[in-house]
């Protein structure tokens, strides 16, 4: 069974970079899509991005400019950078395997952006 | 890029059947054959219930099913349970490899 974790960076500063990092176990990352969604309290979802195994990555055109993925395919995970955060950006981050059908998915971490 | 738009919430007894629509535009529900649709409870993951408009995932109930015109999506769940109390979230494809959600619905079972 496929599992994902997300990492939990807790609490960021205004202006400053959000990571994190999903890993994946009892499943290769290869040869799939693996992608970063977020949901504000209380709010609805929006995607991200996506990456690739092979580490081609498409971004919402809307946070294109702040986001960065990456693929560490020896390490069985993917990560998610998000520069100069807001309040805005507070959400739970979910990570999950997929492009546009999400069939598994990681249990969420808050991120918090606070100074 | 849009959130696609669903009722706020829609409600049903037990064993009844109710439908969530997803309305977008030709450039995203009405262009491609490729909308999904997710059930979250509360403080969970969203699951996958539905795949490119009416495809249904291995596990998943029977009385889960998908369609399309035009532009709108729709979701209808027969039988209605009361574990099927949850949020409904779609989600389309909108070109140039972006994706979209809906802005979520809000199932009752009354």
């Known amino acids: 069974q496929v599992q994902l974790q997300e990492s939990d960076p807790g609490v960021v500063k205004p202006s400053e970079t959000l990571s994190l990092s999903c890993t994946v176990s009892g499943g290769s990352i290869s040869p799939y899509y693996w992608s970063w969604i977020r949901q504000p309290p209380g709010k609805g979802l929006e995607w991200i991005g996506y990456i690739y195994y092979t580490g081609d990555a498409k971004y919402n055109p809307s946070l294109k400019s702040r986001v960065y993925m990456s693929v560490d395919t020896s390490k069985n995970l993917f990560s998610l950078s998000l520069t100069s955060v807001s309040a805005a950006d507070t959400a739970v981050y979910y990570c999950a395997r997929g492009s546009g059908d999400w069939d598994y998915w990681g249990q969420g971490t808050l991120v918090t952006v606070s100074s | 890029q849009s959130a696609l738009t669903q009722p706020a919430s829609v409600s049903g007894s037990p064993g009844q059947s109710i439908t969530v629509s997803c309305t977008g535009t030709?450039?995203?529900?009405?262009?491609?054959?490729?909308v999904s649709w997710y059930q979250q409870h509360p403080g969970k993951a969203p699951k996958l219930m539905i795949y490119?408009?009416?495809k249904r995932p291995s596990g998943v109930s029977v009385r889960f099913s998908g369609s399309k015109s035009g532009n709108t999506a729709s979701l209808t769940i027969s039988g209605l349970q009361a574990e099927d109390e949850a949020d409904y979230y779609c989600?389309?494809?909108?070109?140039?490899?972006?994706?979209?959600f809906g802005s979520g619905t809000k199932v009752t079972v009354l």
């Open positions: 030709s450039d995203d529900v009405g262009g491609y054959n490729i």
């Open positions: 989600c389309a494809y909108a070109g140039s490899y972006s994706y979209v």
């Open positions: 490119e408009v009416s």
